[in-house]
T-cell receptor, first 113, second 114 residues
Framework: DTEVTQTPKHLVMGMTNKKSLKCEQH?????MYWYKQKAKKPPELMFV???????INESVPSRFSPECPNSSLLNLHLHALQPEDSALYLC????????????FGSGTQLSVL | TQLLEQSPQFLSIQEGENLTVYCNSSSVFSSLQWYRQEPGEGPVLLVT?????EVKKLKRLTFQFGDARKDSSLHITAAQPGDTGLYLCAGAVHPYNAGNMLTFGGGTRLMVKP
């Protein structure tokens, strides 16, 4: 199994809603990532978890709250988002070793109304 | 902040033509990775180059890593319509026990017309 599975594929939410994005992998990877990709732009790193601990937070606003309950799961909790947060949210995983490739999920296309 | 400049941003060519995509930075990366992304999907790794001066071939695709490990190129020979997509270069740094941080270039949107 070399897949990273993200749910839901599409999400529409209002600015007062609370929602969560989910990501799962069973490749034994101990590094997991959240990236944000705006339309026609490259992915931008948001968070990195290494051995289930948050290792990198790229100055992401607190309305985005990541969680890594175990080595296979990664969540991104969303609260009070703004319309400019609409984007494709990509989860990825890799071995922690240097220069290991990242496996990306298909993403969640988020629209904030 | 480490930046990767990728060029060209857009490329529209006829089937059978050759093309080169460039990825340049003022920073040194531990490796340079090339990804391809289809609409509605996540990026998929094509190749990783690690050693300065390294050349890797993947069928009609040739990847080079500059001697100083700051720049890279992707050359496609005899492009086919199936090569159409978004090509992304990404520089990797590896903070201790913190996974691989990728900084992506701006991407090159390639369209190959039959």
């Amino acid at each position: 199994d070399t897949e990273v599975t993200q749910t839901p594929k599409h999400l529409v939410m209002g600015m007062t809603n609370k929602k969560s994005l989910k990501c799962e992998q069973h490749m034994g990877h101990r590094a997991m990532y959240w990236y944000k990709q705006k339309a026609k732009k490259p992915p931008e790193l948001m968070f990195v978890y290494s051995y289930e601990k948050l290792s990198i937070n790229e100055s992401v606003p607190s309305r985005f709250s990541p969680e890594c309950p175990n080595s296979s799961l990664l969540n991104l909790h969303l609260h009070a988002l703004q319309p400019e947060d609409s984007a494709l949210y990509l989860c990825a995983s890799s071995q922690v070793l240097q220069d290991e490739k990242l496996f990306f999920g298909s993403g969640t296309q988020l629209s904030v109304l | 902040t480490q930046l990767l400049e990728q060029s060209p941003q857009f490329l529209s060519i006829q089937e059978g033509e050759n093309l080169t995509v460039y990825c340049n930075s003022s920073s040194v990366f531990s490796s340079l990775q090339w990804y391809r992304q289809e609409p509605g999907e996540g990026p998929v790794l094509l190749v990783t180059v690690v050693t300065g001066g390294e050349v890797k071939k993947l069928k009609r695709l040739t990847f080079q890593f500059g001697d100083a490990r700051k720049d890279s190129s992707l050359h496609i020979t005899a492009a086919q319509p199936g090569d159409t997509g978004l090509y992304l270069c990404a520089g990797a740094v590896h903070p201790y026990n913190a996974g691989n941080m990728l900084t992506f270039g701006g991407g090159t949107r390639l369209m190959v017309k039959p």
